[in-house]
């Protein structure tokens, strides 16, 4: 079965400092992945995806990811962060077939120092 | 803007009181999904639906039920709702082809009292 992983529950940086969230997979195929981001209290947003071709994604917002078939990651990044990054960021991958099922990393947890 | 659109977006309940939660969506998309996310949690599939054919996960209580009307809204009831059901629940949508992306509505912040 996939699963995903994000290793770190909490992050914290100082609002222009570069940052990177980590998230590793477990497929057998070619995985369609995909990051998300929640404010509190509210639902997912889609920051970008994931489905083939260049491994350096770009999505909203200013984020950024890179898929790595060879490490089984697909680490997401921006350059300067803002204090309005601060949320919740989830890493999925779909089942493909059988109603296409995202499967959740646990989420990271971002707080952004003024 | 083509959305998903949830009410009410906060509802209360009281302990075993039936509760129905609403999702409509202009996306014309065929695929709507219902999950539950407690808190600090990510969300966890409960059923959904491709068209008219509902699938439901194995581990998902039968206290929870979905309705289908049409394309456009599909509605969450919750029986007999006990206070480990307090949570988020969010409904998405995702369309026919070539797309794996779902879309997410603001979810429903359920309390039961």
């Known amino acids: 079965a996939q699963s995903v992983t994000q290793p770190d529950i909490h992050i914290t940086v100082s609002e222009g400092a570069s940052l990177e969230l980590r998230c590793n997979y477990s497929?057998?195929?070619?995985?369609?992945l995909f990051w998300y981001v929640q404010s509190p209290g509210q639902g997912l947003q889609l920051l970008l995806k994931?489905?083939?071709?260049?491994?350096l994604v770009q999505g909203i917002k200013g984020f950024e990811a890179e898929f790595k078939r060879s490490q089984s990651s697909f680490n997401l990044r921006k350059p300067s962060v803002h204090w309005s990054d601060a949320a919740e960021y989830f890493c999925?991958?779909?089942?493909?077939?059988?109603?296409?099922?995202?499967?959740f990393g646990t989420g990271t947890q971002l707080k952004v120092e003024l | 803007d083509a959305m998903v659109i949830q009410n009410p977006r906060y509802q209360v309940t009281q302990f075993g009181k039936p509760v129905t939660l609403s999702c409509s969506q202009t996306?014309?998309?065929?695929?709507m999904y219902w999950y539950q996310q407690k808190s600090s949690q990510a969300p966890k599939l409960l059923f959904h639906?491709?068209?008219?054919?509902?699938?439901n996960e194995a581990d998902t209580p039968d206290n929870f039920q979905s309705r289908r009307p049409n394309t456009s809204f599909c509605f969450l009831d919750i029986r007999s709702p006990g206070l480990g059901d307090a949570a988020m629940y969010l409904c998405?949508?995702?369309?026919?082809?070539?797309?794996?992306?779902?879309?997410f509505g603001p979810g429903t912040r359920l309390t039961v009292t």
């Open positions: 998405a949508t995702r369309g026919r082809t070539g797309a794996y992306e779902q879309y």
């Open positions: 497929y057998g195929a070619t995985p369609y």
């Open positions: 994931y489905f083939s071709g260049d491994t």
């Open positions: 999925a991958v779909v089942e493909t077939g059988g109603g296409n099922k995202l499967t």
């Open positions: 996306l014309n998309h065929n695929v």
């Open positions: 639906y491709y068209d008219k054919d509902f699938n």
